[in-house]
């Protein structure tokens, strides 16, 4: 599949160039290895809980550390078919959480259709909102009232608190638009004490290094968004970047890739390997097909063994015993204290 503005023409590029770069690093052993080491070879689901769906990967913005590859290029969108098939798992029971993600989950057209259906069955649902989307075209400057109205745990990127190091990321005009979009969440609600409407900020790193103490810099950012802006929300998350898509392209281009490499692994935990999300998320390409996470989707590394391939064909008892596929990228998520959709780990 094309990857429009993109050095790798598909993900079989990409695994080929992470396969080469990890050649010329002697020292750096199999994520494999690890696994066996710590004694969770092979690495099995704890359960399936969550149910992160990939609705397509078409956003509004293209930011340099995109692991999707998203951008207003891209035109792989999920289907109602496909929500309707996810819908069918979700109404058996057993899944206790929707994730919603893309690109820009909004723009998918069926996207407000599904939150309603989706709702009444889980305990939550959250959305990973990039906050330009609300500003972007009028049709979604409803947003903030709409996950209200549904009780949305809204997750959002904020790579900084200051306007420079988020436009350098994320774009020109982008910590504009997300100071002005989390004053519109805070107005209906959104990180105010007591109202239940939770609003998280992500965190992820400008360069090739690891996220500060997660403790530490969410003090920081509530400090400086309530100082600067009046901005409150509820918690924030620090999510290492992973050594895919865009990012590899940055790493390789600023010749960043082999250092950065071995400072995961040289940091990998055992402690955050057994936590590792893929052990109780199972996630949900745009097109229905099964992954272990968002990052093996990007990859293109299906659910193995005896488990189905697509969602169509959910069965708990066979996705539970899987073993989840693992590669070199996957040392981003056992890094230090872990790195998940919701932050550290261990």
């Known amino acids: 599949m094309e990857r429009r503005g993109s050095e790798f023409a598909d993900t079989t590029a990409q695994l080929r160039v992470l396969n080469n770069h990890r050649d010329r690093i002697t020292a750096l052993p199999k994520f494999a290895s690890k696994l066996k080491e710590s004694g969770l070879w092979p690495l099995r689901p704890t359960s399936i809980d969550i149910l992160q769906m990939n609705v397509g990967y078409m956003c509004n913005q293209t930011c340099k550390h995109c692991h999707v590859d998203a951008g207003p290029d891209r035109t792989e969108i999920m289907t109602r078919e ?51 989307i609300i500003n972007a075209n009028p049709k979604y400057n409803d947003l903030p009232q709409f996950f209200a109205r549904h009780k949305i745990n809204v997750v959002s990127s904020l790579p900084y608190y200051n306007k420079r190091n988020t436009d350098r990321q994320r774009g020109d005009g982008v910590f504009d638009s997300s100071i002005k979009a989390l004053l519109a969440l805070n107005e209906v609600g959104y990180g105010k004490e007591g109202s239940g409407l939770e609003l998280d900020l992500v965190y992820n790193p400008v360069g090739a290094f690891l996220p500060a103490p997660q403790k530490s810099l969410e003090a920081d950012y509530k400090r400086e968004l309530k100082r600067l802006f009046n901005v409150e929300f509820n918690s924030l998350f620090t999510i290492t970047n992973m050594p895919i898509a865009r990012y590899l392209e940055y790493l390789i281009a600023s010749g960043n890739y082999e250092a950065y490499m071995e400072k995961l692994v040289n940091s990998y935990n055992p402690a955050a390997a057994a936590a590792v999300m893929c052990r109780n998320t199972l996630s949900v390409g745009w097109d229905g097909v099964l992954y272990d996470c968002d990052f093996n989707q990007m990859l293109e590394l299906e659910v193995g063994g005896a488990a189905p391939s697509h969602i169509r064909d959910f069965d708990r008892a066979a996705l539970t015993e899987r073993a989840i596929i693992v590669n070199q990228h996957c040392y981003g998520c056992t890094a230090g204290a872990g790195s998940s959709c919701g932050g550290e780990v261990a």
């Open 82 to 132: 496909t929500m309707n098939q996810c819908l069918d798992v979700i109404r058996g029971g057993g899944i206790s959480t929707v994730d919603l993600t893309g690109g820009a989950p909004e723009m998918n057209p069926d996207f407000r259709w599904f939150v309603e259906q989706a709702s009444p069955h889980v305990d939550r649902i959250i959305v990973r909102c990039n906050l330009t």
